[in-house]
T-cell receptor, first 109, second 114 residues
């Protein structure tokens, strides 16, 4: 069965420091992976998807099939990055997204 | 802009009551989903629907049922609310089609069962 693991419940960094939010997955098929973000008092929204290979708000994520990881990175954290981040795995056969437990990112001044 | 709306932002009910949570999307999406969001547990799928009158159980369907009579509306029903169903409930929709993986979420309904 598919599974998404986010080992950190809370990650606290200083403004300007690098950020890495960890995500590991288990899935026997070809994975489609996503990062969703929820800012305070806002709805959950898509941040980025691995097949786009794009950078959104300075964040990037590379799919590493050998390590079954999809870590989210940003070189310099900003205060506005403080939010809850969820990694998600799409399994086409099941037509659904499986979410991790989320990591709360707190950027301190 | 895709709009997913939920009938209430906050709801307080008593144990044993029947509770209806409504979700409406305006983008003609085939797929609709109900999740509950709990600290430390993330988002867990309760039920989803890929077409009118069709439904599939998610990971935690016990104690819940759903209804999809119209394409734009997906209702979550708690037949007899219990305190362990106190949670944030999120509705989402997604179009059907190859490469269409982005889900659009509603603002959530925070349900408290006393």
């Amino acid at each position: 069965a598919q599974r998404v693991t986010q080992p950190e419940k809370l990650l606290s960094v200083f403004k300007g420091a690098p950020v890495e939010l960890k995500c590991n997955y288990s899935y026997s098929g070809s994975p489609e992976l996503f990062w969703y973000v929820q800012y305070s008092r806002q709805r959950l929204q898509l941040l980025l998807r691995h097949i786009s290979r794009e950078s959104i708000k300075g964040f990037t994520a590379d799919l590493n099939k050998g390590e079954t990881s999809f870590h989210l990175k940003k070189p310099f954290a900003q205060e506005e990055d403080s939010a809850m981040y969820y990694c998600a795995l799409f399994t086409g056969g099941g037509n659904k997204l499986t979410f991790g437990t989320g990591t709360q990112l707190k950027v301190e001044l | 802009d895709v709009k997913v709306t939920q009938s209430s932002r906050y709801l307080v009910k008593r144990t044993g009551e029947k509770v209806f949570l409504e979700c409406v999307q305006d983008m003609d999406h085939e797929n609709m989903f109900w999740y509950r969001q709990d600290p430390g547990l993330g988002l867990r799928l309760i039920y989803f629907s890929y077409d009118v009158k069709m439904k599939e159980k998610g990971d935690i369907p016990e104690g819940y049922s759903v209804s999809r009579e119209k394409k734009e509306r997906f209702s979550l029903i708690l037949e007899s609310a219990s305190t362990n169903q106190t949670s944030m409930y999120l509705c989402a929709s997604r179009p059907h089609g190859r490469g269409e993986y982005t889900q659009y979420f509603g603002p959530g309904t925070r349900l408290t069962v006393l």
